[in-house]
């Protein structure tokens, strides 16, 4: 499922960068989904990325972490797929809602990207297997579980200070639905974390 949503993913993406009436009515514009009830831009947005690096950074991140997360989800969910399908789609929107309501007014915000459904991704990843390290540019290894409390303190910082382009707040919003994602579907699970952390 991972490898499908990578394709959709760089189709649209890719059809986007040429055809740029698409990418504005699809984006997600928050003064459009807030007062002209515009909903599918909460979707949509998720499947376009701003330039190549956009898309191959997160489509990447998205490979190296979705076969795992999926792995995770047979093991431990009677219908893994459905699963997977429904908390990838619920990343996007839930990730997004903050900035929508934070800039319902501002005509001018506009994001794309799948960052907070890959956040989630992540997260999830981190959920089953805090103690796995994870490469911080392919050289640093930390433990996902130390690395993701260090992603949502940059990420919460970050969006606070509001300086540069990226949509801080889909980040952190993501990540942490990924971890509780879990919980959500069977909240016995947290045994699985809490003697994972344990075991260190």
Known sequence: MTLIIIIITCLISIL?????????????????VYHKKEILRMISHGF???????LIINMIV????????????????KYPVL???LFY????IISSLLSVFKQKDNHLYNTVGASGAVSAIVFASIFFNPWQKIYFYGIIGLPGVVLGILYLIYS????????????????????VFGFIFPLIIDINL??????????F
């Open 156 to 175: 919460y910082y970050m969006s606070k200070k509001s300086k540069d382009n990226i949509n801080h707040d889909a980040h952190f919003i993501g990540a």
């Open 89 to 92: 789609f619920l990343a996007i």
């Open 48 to 54: 376009l990325h701003a330039d190549w690096l956009h």
């Open 83 to 85: 699963y997977f399908i």
């Open 16 to 32: 986007a960068f040429s055809n740029k009436e698409l990418f504005y009515r699809f984006q997600l514009n928050s003064y459009q």
């Open 62 to 77: 998205l490979y190296s972490f979705g076969n795992a997360v999926e792995k995770y989800f047979h093991y431990y969910f």
């Open 190 to 199: 947290i045994k699985i974390f809490t003697s994972q952390i344990t075991s």
